[in-house]
């Protein structure tokens, strides 16, 4: 019965370089959810993803940043040109299709990225 | 104004004794309400959600919500010292599925 899966767990990159995150959710849950933790803050959302679907990207800076969730396969948070500030933990979260009030997210163990 | 507030600083309670959490929220149509837990370098996990107003109960936690007061509340009874992490409030707004967080409560619980 495994959580959700992220990989890599630790991502170095130098500044100017590409950053690929994978997220596989739940087993039988088809929303997928990307948060960023800077050091001393909160999470804070950055975009909700449907199999083929974007749903709400709000939270995705405006450049530099896309996510998706194909058909097959895990979901991908991309980061290209990475800069210092990018330097965070990335952590995804996976609900089941939803049904009622109840929007339960259950996070992977996150991706630690650092930017040299 | 944030959308959730949690401000109180660290809180240090003595093994056994009641910690007491506290988060505010903006958004009065906001429906859902999560309490996560996060230890050090580690990812949250989900330990309560409540969405009606009132107590409900889980084992040594209880959370409370009060929609008029816009104000949601956990409490940990019995403090273990493995209770120590930091305590993440999250909304779910109305019309969407993304969570607002709170900055998180750190809990010291001392043997």
């Known amino acids: 019965n495994a959580g959700v899966m992220q990989n890599p767990r630790h991502l170095v990159r130098r500044r100017g370089q590409e950053a690929r995150l994978r997220c596989s959710p739940v087993k039988g849950h088809s929303h997928v959810y990307w948060y960023r933790q800077l050091p001393e803050e909160g999470l804070k959302f950055m975009v909700y993803?449907?199999?083929?679907?974007?749903?709400?990207e709000s939270g995705m800076p405006k450049e530099r940043f896309s996510a998706e969730f194909p058909k097959e396969g895990p979901s991908i948070l991309r980061i290209q040109q990475v800069v210092r500030g990018d330097s965070a933990a990335y952590f995804c979260a996976s609900s089941p299709p939803i049904g009622g009030q109840n929007n339960e997210q259950f996070f992977g163990p996150g991706t630690r990225l650092t930017v040299l | 104004q944030k959308e959730v507030e949690q401000n109180s600083g660290p809180l240090s309670v003595p093994e056994g004794a009641i910690a007491s959490l506290n988060c505010t929220y903006s958004d009065r149509g906001s429906q859902s309400f999560f309490w996560y837990r996060q230890y050090s370098g580690k990812s949250p996990e989900l330990i309560m959600f409540?969405?009606?107003?009132g107590d409900k109960e889980d084992g040594r936690f209880t959370a409370q919500l009060n929609k008029a007061s816009q104000y949601v509340s956990l409490l940990i009874r019995d403090s273990q010292p493995s209770d120590s992490a930091t305590y993440l409030c999250a909304v779910n707004g109305r019309g969407n599925n993304r969570l607002a967080f709170g900055k998180g409560n750190q809990v010291v619980v001392i043997p």
């Open positions: 409540i969405y009606s107003n």
């Open positions: 993803l449907q199999k083929e679907n974007i749903i709400d």
